[in-house]
Structures are given as C-alpha cells and as structure tokens.
C-alpha cells in the first residue's frame, strides 16, 4: 500500500477530499481507494455515486454525485483554476508544464472519487482540448497517470450534458436556452418539446474579450464599450429565436451573482442588475473586488467582459433576465453516466429531452 495525498492544487468544497487517502496502484497505473463509510450507507438505500470532471478554459472542476432517479446530492465539488485556454491563445498548445499541472489535479481527483466509492468517473475536455496542439499528448498522459480516459467533446455533446446538467433529466415542456460563459467561448443549446436539442459554439469568452481589449484594471469605460461592439458583433450571427426562458450556468453567472446581494437571494440576473455589476466591478482593482465579493482574483479580472456578454446575449434573444442555475455540465456527466452506462456519450441527444420518473437505470 501507498500513502498518496490529494492534488495540492485543489481549492475544495470539502474538506474530506483533501485529506490522505490509503490506496493500492497496481502496475497498470489504476488506483483503488476504499470508498468512504458514509457513501457506503448512502449506497445501501438505492444510491449510485459517480464522479464527472470538466477541463475548461479557465478551472478544472471535479463533481462526485449520489443519483437516485432525478435527484443528485453532491458529495464533493471541488475546483483548481488553470487557465488553459489562455496558455492554448497565446502558445496554440497546453505545453509540458500545464500538462503536469493538469495531469496532477486529475489524479488528486481520480483519488477523491474512488475513496468516496464512484462507480464511474470520467474526465471530459471543452474548448482549450479542442484547440490545443498538443491535446493527444495531454490525453494519453492522463490516462497513462489516472488510468481514466480523458474525453475531448464537440460543442453539441458539451451543450447536451450542460443541458442534461440544469434540467436533472426533468421532460422538456417549453421552448429554452441555456448558455455558459467560459473564458474562450460560450456555448449555447437550445431545446424544447418539439425539436432536438441545437447548439452554437461561439468564439466569445471572458478571456478571449478581456485579452483582446482591456489594458486597465480595472478597465476603462472605452474599454467595456469595445468589448460590447465585439460582443454584439458576434452574437448578430446567431439567429434570434424565441424563448420561453433563458437560463445561465457556469463560474461567470454564479460569480456575478455575488458581486449582487439581491440576485444572490432570487438567483436571477436582468439588464439593470448587469449594468450595476458592471459599475461595481469598475469600481475599484480586480484583486480588491476579489475580496470584497470573495471571488477567484483571476475570476474577478475577467468578469466585467462576462457581464458584458451576458448583457449581450439577453438583448440578442429580447429577453430582460436569465435565471442562474448552479448546476451544469459536471451535473450531466455525473447524470448521463448514472442512466446510460458507459455508452453515455452515445445517449446524449436522448437524455437531454429528459426521462420519465423510474426509468430503468443501465449498469452496463
């Protein structure tokens, strides 16, 4: 047996996870971990745990579920902010020691997960993996150190588990968006009861705009206008439907919420209450607004072109307000994998028009 402690990289939502964990490593690389004595008696009553990581432009994210039907109780959720698609905009690849970086995270989580008793895990990549030159070499070192595959999705399977994700498997009934604001794009999926889902992959993120256009911090008011053109610019591509309700996920939506007492009780961002983030977030350096909101100081730094964009995106489809929802797209890993096995990515387009109540579970 082998004494290895959780990523120190980790910035956790619980501290169970972070403590040192007895594991065996046979020669393969795979880890076991005795699950947790809780989990287990969680387990007994019908509950299956499962554990989805997402690699993102700005944090990778570990979630670690108990699901029973629609219902999911977190056990862990937990993130390290990396900033991979800043490394892939500026160098085109992720690089050996982003790499390391990453690979590290994932194995502290791959360990988390097994000790807390997932029957599955999976580790899915999004943008910066979809563009990064070296994403095969970052793929087969993760699964060479975690002995877990590292999936690189497409936009429409990333906006399917997203949606998978806020609706719980619930039966769409109404016409609805839901978008994520990352640091190198936004997705967009679109669903109701009559059409599959649709989604639109757009080259505007946090990142990408604040690079692009604020020198100042925080930025100058030329600045956020710049980043409004460009914003609107973009998003005159995308064809204006019309929707019952717009619903946002993702760290942009529910870190604007904090910078706002009244959204953080109702959950619920419109274009007033944008604007005052706005005027909030350009009121003082992005370290001082990261601890006054308690907010990631990287975060904090890209969160006015986040405002932006959501602005943007509101009075695209005519809209006055989005709803937050905490939930997303390591929702819809941990979901998917509980109801189609490991034929999960298979069975996205079915699982995000959601299922009935008592569907049978697959174990394959």
Known sequence: MAVVPASPLAEPADRRATEP????????????????????????????????VDVGANSVHLLVGLVTGHRLDPLVDESVFLGLGDRVDSAGTLG?????????ALVGYAQTARRLGAERI?????EPMRRAGDAATAVHEV???TA???????????AELTLIGVTQGQLINRELAIVDVGGGSSQIVRVGPGHPPASIGLRLGGARLTAA???????????IEMMRAEARRLMAETPAVSLA???????????????????ALDRRLDRGRLRAALDALGAEPSLAVAERYAINPTRARLLPAGAVILET?????????????????????VLAQAHAGIAWRDALARLAHGWAEGTAETRA
């Open 21 to 52: 964990v007895q594991v065996s490593v046979d020669p393969s690389g795979a880890v076991e971990a005795a699950p947790d004595p809780d989990v287990l008696s969680m387990l007994e009553a019908g509950g299956r745990v499962m554990a989805g």
């Open 96 to 104: 050996p020691a982003k790499r390391a970086e990453l690979v590290a």
């Open 122 to 126: 999976a580790f899915v990549g999004t």
């Open 143 to 145: 699964a060479l150190a």
């Open 148 to 158: 877990v595959p590292l999936c690189v999705l497409d936009p429409h399977e990333e």
């Open 213 to 223: 256009f604020v020198a100042n911090d925080p930025p100058a008011p030329g600045e």
């Open 245 to 263: 309700e717009l619903i946002a996920v993702g760290g942009t939506a529910s870190n604007l919420v904090k910078v706002l007492p009244a959204a």
């Open 313 to 333: 995106i509101l009075a695209h489809f005519g809209l006055e307000e989005l709803t937050v929802s905490e939930a997303g797209i390591r929702e819809g890993i």
